[in-house]
């Protein structure tokens, strides 16, 4: 697959267990600016909700991926552009690092051409994505950029992201992992409420992922957060 997140500043992710704000549809979700739409969450998704995101958003030009968080959510749609698969690289469960992608390479017939993986590293303890993965979240910045370099050099991941969801992040580790990659895109994805804290995040990281505030404020709100990750991207 090529690499279209290399011009991306900004990604929304849609998760598809959760409600958008009352009098708010998916078309509006569609004309936020955001770069790209991910489809995804770690508890309670399924196939048939993944569908119902997909289908509210076929007709619109925002590239849409899913992002799935185990192999029986993956759905099959020309809608999409793409499948975005994260791999844990802080996870305590090795199913998280190779063995759910093991099964899944095994009863599915994976679409490589359109399919990429995302090297999480998961920092906020309290997050669900933490949970499930009985990922060790005490890193220091050392530990990060550490973590950064072996996805992308050794083993070979476009996109490394510093996954803090639920909370805003130390921009101390975000930039720690952002100033150890080469070619690769670091997506920063947690906690992002404003304009403010988008611009903070998109000053240290190539992509700004915004995902509850969809759900929580709406789009207008999202779109402050465009704002924002473009003119500190800019700022750099
Ligand atoms: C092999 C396949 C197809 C899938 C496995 C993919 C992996 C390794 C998943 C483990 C990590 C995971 C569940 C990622 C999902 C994306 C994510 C981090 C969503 C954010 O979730 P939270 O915000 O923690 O959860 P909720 O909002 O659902 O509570
Ligand atoms: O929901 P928030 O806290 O914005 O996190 C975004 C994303 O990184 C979750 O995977
Ligand atoms: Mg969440």
């Known amino acids: 697959m090529h690499s279209p997140w290399a ?4 990604v929304l992710k849609v998760d598809p267990d959760k409600d958008l704000v009352d009098g708010e549809t998916f078309d509006d979700v569609c004309e936020t600016g955001t770069d790209a739409i991910e489809i995804g969450g770690t508890l309670d998704v399924t196939s048939d909700k993944m569908r119902r ?8 030009d925002v590239p849409l991926y899913q992002e799935p968080s185990n192999p029986a959510v993956v759905v099959e749609d020309d809608a999409l552009d793409g499948y975005l698969v994260p791999v844990v690289m802080n996870a305590g ?6 063995g759910a992608h093991k099964e899944w390479v095994r009863i599915d017939d994976v679409d490589w051409a359109r399919t990429a993986t995302e090297a999480y590293i998961v920092l906020n303890p309290e997050a669900s994505v933490a949970e499930l993965t009985d990922a060790d979240c005490e890193q220091n910045a050392d530990d990060i950029a550490a973590y950064a370099e072996v996805a992308e050099r050794m083993l070979g991941q476009d996109v490394v992201y510093v996954e803090y969801s639920g909370t805003l992040g130390d921009p101390e580790k975000v930039a720690a992992a952002y100033d150890a990659l080469e070619e690769a895109t670091l997506f920063y994805g947690g906690g992002i409420h404003d304009y403010d804290d988008a611009y903070l995040m998109g000053q240290r990281s190539d992509v700004v992922v915004v995902g509850d505030l969809l759900h929580e404020e709406g789009c207008e709100a999202v779109r402050e957060t465009v704002e924002g990750a473009r003119d500190g991207k800019a700022a750099r």
Request: net charge negative.
């Open 7 to 10: 011009d991306w500043d900004h």
């Open 53 to 60: 995101v997909i289908d509210a958003c076929r007709t619109h």
């Open 93 to 98: 469960d090795v199913a998280w690092i190779t």
